[in-house]
């Protein structure tokens, strides 16, 4: 029979010592769990580190069997409006916990939240305080109001070390009898920059294929291969802007690779070049405006075509 289950979900860790990375995090929470009793919380960091798994393993530790019945999740970005505080949220947290002194709200990307919900937010976390705490997640903490943040113990999360997404990995390549080179862990952090996620999702899409190679990976994300944008860099950095021009439209047409990607990727190789500071500050400059250009709608071989001879000027 055909494992169609997501590995996201599968393999999520179900308790705190599980979690990868985020070590000063789970610690602290741990020794609440011995006591028995957490404050509101703020999570704090980018997407795909652990977040939402840390919460939902929190409510696992602290209710048991019962964590279903005090523990209540809900998107901000899906529903971010006044009414979603005032009905949805309200209507938990007023309600007695079951079995325990107090349930969880968890509210996913909470920056998302508008301006007036958050202000019935901290109205609501302040009534029922004494039944109900409340786990905010968020990318950026800053665009949550100050009166709620100084009601949270604020966490920050991490991006997870390249060391973290191979420990995950492994865990998965064992469960699932997956064949893995060793270049493929790093080709896996390298795309995803940490996002634990991405990584997992990818893994199980390119595990279709059979053994699990760098070059399956990129293929898999259509995403452009470091090796063949630092060649162009250094063609370009050369003075052979034809040849380097050639390779930049193998990426873009054979190998269908977006403008985005091919410019994510210059910027992740820049810092890898032997250059000096001054230039390299220089082209980081230039490789940020012609990212803007393209995103407001230029077109990418263009805009490319031009950054590299803003390379060979330099």
């Known amino acids: 029979m055909v494992d169609i289950e997501l590995w996201t979900e599968k393999y999520r860790p179900q308790k705190l010592s599980e979690v990868v990375g985020q070590k000063h995090v789970i610690e602290r929470l741990m020794a609440w769990v011995k006591k028995g ?11 795909g580190v652990g977040k939402t798994t ?3 393993a929190l409510a696992k530790e602290l209710f048991g069997n019962q964590w279903k019945e005090n523990f209540q999740e809900t998107n901000a970005s899906d529903e971010r409006g006044i ?12 309600t007695m916990p079951l079995g325990h002194d107090f349930k969880i709200v968890f509210l996913d990307e909470s920056d ?3 301006p007036e919900a958050q202000q ?9 305080a004494g039944v109900c705490r409340f786990i905010l ?7 949550i109001i100050e009166p709620i943040q100084s009601r949270c113990a604020v966490f920050r999360f991490k991006r997870l070390s390249e060391n973290d997404v191979k420990d995950y990995m492994q865990r998965i390549a064992n ?12 080709a896996l952090y390298e ?11 990818i893994l199980q899409a390119t595990s279709a294929l059979g053994k699990i190679t760098a070059e399956r990976l990129y293929e898999t994300v259509a995403q452009a291969r470091p090796e063949d944008i630092r060649k162009m860099l250094d063609t370009v950095l050369s003075g052979d802007f034809k040849n380097a021009r050639q390779m930049l439209f193998d990426m873009l047409i054979n190998q269908g690779l977006s403008g985005e990607d091919v410019i994510k990727g210059i910027y992740r190789q820049v810092f890898e070049i032997d250059i000096s500071e001054e230039l390299r500050r220089d082209l980081i400059e230039k490789i940020a405006e012609y990212e803007f250009r393209i995103d407001q709608g230029g077109s990418p071989e263009i805009q490319l075509e031009a950054l590299l001879s803003h390379f060979i000027r330099k």
């Open 191 to 201: 795309i995803t920059g940490g996002d634990l996620r991405t990584a997992t999702n």
């Open 37 to 47: 009793s957490i404050p509101n919380m703020m999570f704090a960091g980018p997407a």
């Open 137 to 143: 997640s968020c990318n950026y903490s800053s665009h």
């Open 83 to 94: 009414n979603v505080v005032r009905g949805k949220i309200k209507d938990f947290a007023r």
């Open 112 to 114: 998302a939240l508008t």
């Open 54 to 56: 840390i919460a939902l």
């Open 175 to 186: 469960a699932e009898g997956l064949h893995i080179d060793d270049s493929a862990y790093k």
């Open 120 to 128: 019935a937010l901290r109205r609501t976390m302040e009534k029922y």
